[in-house]
Every structure is written in structure tokens, then in C-alpha cells.
């Protein structure tokens, strides 16, 4: 790849060819409305699965401490399960513990889970994407249309926001493999374009921070 520097670390270095990629299809997505050769290929082996590591990073991290009441409920709903114990007390402890028992039973083969390290890294990289992406350079901000800045996107606060970011990369990359042409207008794809602009920016060469 073109400007890259092997870091000699390999985790590292297929991560910043991964961010780098990405960002590149969905350029050439936004340019031409269709998906270069591979592209379904990259998204679906490469891309995806990194958002999944995120995605159970995210569940393996859930602790009654790092959630409001409200934000473990909405949490709960969004996975389609209700709950309504008597206490406060006891609906908290319900919740987490109904949270960890939808992310077992989404785990159809166990055997072949990333390790929890992968995915914790994942989404602790998945964080400091989006705390940075707002603060993005107006020369690095690669987005075709509009205004040269991400200031707009503002990162996630709190878990129901972070679980809804994490979807919406999701979505978005299932959209594009699924040659479901995105509109450059749409907020949701420009968020999953600046993620991947800004990962890419972040684990340039050797992973300097921007």
C-alpha cells in the first residue's frame, strides 16, 4: 500500500491497513456509486469483523458501574427483552445481568470467539476514534462534500450512545457490501466515513497520534 510503514508490530500494522483500505472503497464508493473489485470481500472478511470485536468489546465491558439505570433499560429494550423487577436496586442487577445473558445467547459458536483482549482493544481504539474524529484537522477531513470539518460529530456519551455508534458502523458497512449506494448526504454514513477517515489518520505510520 502506497505511503504505508510497516511499524513491526503486526497487530498494529493490519489495523492501520484495514482503517486504510476501508476508507479508500468507501471513497471510491461515494465517487462513483459503485463498489470497486473486492470491496464486498474486504468489508465482509476484514472490515465487519473488526466492528464486531468492537461490538463484543463493548458487551464483554459492561459493568453496573458504567451505566445509568435509564441507559441499561434502553440497552435491554433495543435487544428486544423486558424487565420490571420491584426495586431500583434489584432492576439494575436484573439488567446487567440480562445484558450479559443476550450476549451469550448471540454467540452461536463460542469455540471460535476473538479473545476478549482483541475485542477489548477494539473498542477502546473504537473509542478514542470518535473522541477524536470532532477535533479531525480541516486538511485531513477527506468527506467529499460539505464543510471541511467533523466538529459536528460529537463523540458518544455514555453506553446507549456508544451502542447506538457501533450500530451505525454496522449498518452502514452492510449497507455499502450489500451495493446499496449511500447518499454522500446521509448523517449516518458520513459519521461511518469519518470513523474510518479518522482511524486511518491515527495509526498512520507506525501509530503516531495525529
Do not use: K
Amino acid at each position: 500500500m502506497n505511503g504505508f510503514e510497516a511499524s513491526g508490530f503486526v497487530e498494529f500494522d493490519r489495523l492501520a491497513i484495514l482503517f486504510r483500505r476501508t476508507r479508500e472503497l468507501l471513497d471510491m464508493v461515494t465517487a462513483t456509486g459503485e463498489l470497486p473489485d473486492g470491496a464486498t470481500e474486504v468489508l465482509a472478511r476484514e472490515t465487519l469483523p473488526h466492528v464486531d470485536d468492537i461490538e463484543q468489546g463493548f458487551r464483554v465491558s459492561l459493568r453496573a458501574s458504567t451505566a445509568e439505570l435509564a441507559e441499561l433499560r434502553a440497552l435491554v429494550a433495543r435487544a428486544g427483552v423486558n424487565s420490571d423487577p420491584a426495586s431500583a436496586a434489584e432492576q439494575r442487577a436484573a439488567l446487567i445481568e440480562t445484558m450479559h445473558d443476550v450476549a451469550r445467547a448471540g454467540v452461536a459458536h463460542p469455540e471460535i470467539l476473538p479473545s476478549p483482549a482483541r475485542c477489548l482493544a477494539a473498542l477502546h481504539h473504537a473509542r478514542l476514534v470518535f473522541a477524536l474524529l470532532p477535533q479531525t484537522p480541516e486538511q485531513d477531513v477527506h468527506y467529499p462534500i460539505g464543510r471541511r470539518t467533523y466538529a459536528d460529530i460529537s463523540a458518544p456519551r455514555g453506553a446507549a450512545q456508544l451502542a447506538e455508534r457501533i450500530e451505525e458502523l454496522e449498518r452502514s458497512l452492510w449497507a455499502v457490501a450489500t451495493h446499496r449506494t449511500p447518499r454522500p448526504t446521509d448523517g449516518g454514513y458520513r459519521r461511518t466515513y469519518g470513523f474510518f477517515d479518522t482511524a486511518a489518520r491515527i495509526s498512520g505510520n507506525r501509530f503516531q497520534a495525529a
